[in-house]
Nanobody
């Protein structure tokens, strides 16, 4: 079982930046995608970004494209989400997730097998 630990959330003013980290506790050779989702109060959990663990493909929600960047560090078993030009509507709990296989694709929550505990991101106007 893969355990995920997120860090890096916090309070930032609109236009500011934050970098989220997600460290996987186990070997990563059974990871196909690592992704970030977010959930704002009263809303469904939504896709933010994902990366093919062993490839170069990266995927983004339209709402964050051009502002957020997902990356990984193989040596540290860690995926990052660099968030720039933050907006109040980015306020949410951000969750890291792992998909062990390709079935279902990167976009849907049901494709992911393991989830982190979440980290709060608050953007003030």
């Amino acid at each position: 079982q893969v355990q995920l630990v997120e860090s890096g959330g916090g309070l930032v003013q609109a236009g500011g930046s934050l970098r989220l980290s997600c460290a996987a506790s186990e070997r990563t050779d059974n990871i196909y995608y690592m992704g970030w989702f977010r959930q704002a109060p009263g809303k469904e959990r939504e896709f933010v970004a994902a990366i093919r663990w062993s490839g170069v493909s990266r995927y983004y929600a339209d709402s964050v494209k051009g502002r957020f960047t997902i990356s990984r560090d193989y040596a540290k078993n860690t995926v990052y989400l660099q968030m720039n030009s933050l907006k109040p509507e980015d306020t949410a709990v951000y969750y890291c997730a792992v998909a062990a296989g390709a079935m279902g694709g990167y976009y849907y929550r049901s494709s992911y097998d393991y989830w982190g505990q979440g980290t709060q991101v608050t953007v003030s106007s």
